[in-house]
């Protein structure tokens, strides 16, 4: 019978990315993935640090592969990730873990569970990305490429550069390989990442950027639809938007960080804009795509959020164009500039501002749903799955669409349609002909 392996992950996309890689590595060499909650022989937690509640569910998930290893000695218990990087002793003190493994190893893992005693390294003393291909994106219908690693941005309330070191960015011929690897085994739709997105090519000098690899990316034939994950406002460029207008296989979603609307608040976050920069920006992609669609994160509780400060985000929010919200309270992060700060605000009165920005954004997203089925909106996207004789895909505007098609199975198909009528969390829409 084959070893077993098992694996939790946590945190971000690029976290889910690089357990994928992780796994198919396992995969390739014979070994059979199953459940977290079933028996395996190895079980891998891929930690994550950006909130207390993060940090508390890698724990958990560690204390659970321990519990079966005291039953069972042979069980292997192998942790990385951006908690693990920043408190690794805190990982031993939880029991017999046989490896921690620092963050720009996770492409070594099967040979580092070879060696004895591995080395685990600041994680700052790494200047390359490590490069980790994939020939499958398990259980996803979508293909998402990690093609930067790390973050010089240093914002107050943030962990992440501490877990994840400098920015590091992935060759263009290793991007290319990865994405033909993918397109070989019919993968469309192509989600480009990172810990800092923008930040791709900074360390690669002058020629090569962020515009320079989408377009690479673009005249590959068989990549049908290009999504973006998260860009930092302050990293839209002039020529990033000259490629969105000219782009014929971007997917017009842009996920935007805002965290406050409070010019205030954004100084003592240290972040690089101000709320008009942003309103700026947005408007910047519209004038180029009019029907893009628009999610911002927003953080609230920030020491110092009086109730002025967040009333200026939530007039701001409301001022601006935007589809959903991803709404987290502050988490105090060790080592961090802003867990230093007083003024800290009642978790009771976060509640309440949560609940009011859940409100709108529940408004926003109705009204964007309204505005794509008023216009007959183009959609298109990689069919998921099929559910209550439904085929269900993400389109390209970041709406669920659903429809209905006899054909006995489309998962992984592009599917494009108009948008007929509002159905559950989306649009039903009406297949081209």
């Not at 039953?71 to 990730?81: E, P």
Request: proline share 3%; aromatic share 10%; glycine share 6%.
């Amino acid at each position: 019978m084959p070893l077993k392996v098992a694996a939790a992950t946590y945190g971000c996309k690029v976290n889910q990315y690089e357990t994928n890689c992780i796994l198919n590595d396992f995969r390739q060499h014979g070994f059979e993935i199953v459940n977290f909650d079933e028996y395996a022989d190895i079980y891998l937690i891929n930690t994550c640090t950006v909130t207390n509640r993060t940090d508390y569910k890698s724990r958990n998930s560690i204390r659970k592969a321990l519990n079966k290893k005291r039953k069972n000695r042979n069980i292997k218990v192998v942790v990385t990730g951006c908690y693990s990087q920043r408190h690794r002793e805190q990982i031993l003190n939880l029991g017999e873990v046989d490896y921690i493994i620092d963050n720009n190893s996770k492409n070594r893992v099967i040979d580092i569970l070879k060696d004895v005693n591995p080395e685990f390294r600041d994680i700052f003393s790494y200047h390359n990305f490590a490069e980790h291909a994939t020939s499958i994106m398990l259980e996803r219908s979508r293909a998402y490429v990690k093609v930067q690693d790390g973050c010089d941005y240093f914002c107050s309330y943030c962990a992440v550069p501490y877990g994840r070191g400098s920015s590091r960015s992935r060759s263009r011929d290793d991007v290319i390989r990865q994405i033909d690897l993918l397109a070989e085994q019919e993968y469309s739709e192509f989600v480009i990442g990172g810990v800092n997105l923008g930040l791709y090519g900074h360390d690669l000098g002058k020629e090569f950027g962020l515009v320079q690899l989408l377009q690479k990316i673009e005249k590959i034939d068989k990549v049908s639809l290009i999504r973006l994950s998260s860009l930092e406002p302050d990293l839209i460029t002039d020529e990033l938007l000259s490629w969105f207008k000219t782009s014929k296989k971007l997917a017009p979603h842009f996920h935007i960080p805002l965290q406050s609307g409070s010019a205030e608040i954004l100084k003592k976050m240290k972040r690089r804009y101000d709320p008009e920069y942003f309103r700026n920006t947005v408007q910047a992609i519209k004038n180029v795509l009019p029907d893009a669609a628009f999610g911002f994160d927003v953080i609230v509780g920030f020491p110092g959020e009086e109730e002025s400060c967040f009333q200026e985000t939530f007039d701001f929010l409301e001022s601006i164009p935007f589809s959903y919200l991803h709404i987290f309270p502050f988490s105090k992060r060790p080592g961090t500039s802003a867990a230093k700060m007083t003024n800290t605000i009642n978790g009771s009165i976060i509640r309440q501002r949560i609940d009011l920005l859940q409100q709108l954004n529940d408004q926003k997203k109705i009204a964007y749903l309204d505005y794509l089925l008023k216009n007959r909106q183009g959609l298109k996207g990689v069919v998921e799955k099929k559910t209550n004789d439904y085929w269900t895909a993400l389109s390209n505007h970041y709406v669920r669409i659903y429809f209905r098609d006899k054909r006995e199975n489309l998962v992984k198909k592009l599917i494009e349609g108009s948008a007929q009528q509002i159905y559950n969390d989306g649009l039903i829409v009406k297949l081209n002909d």
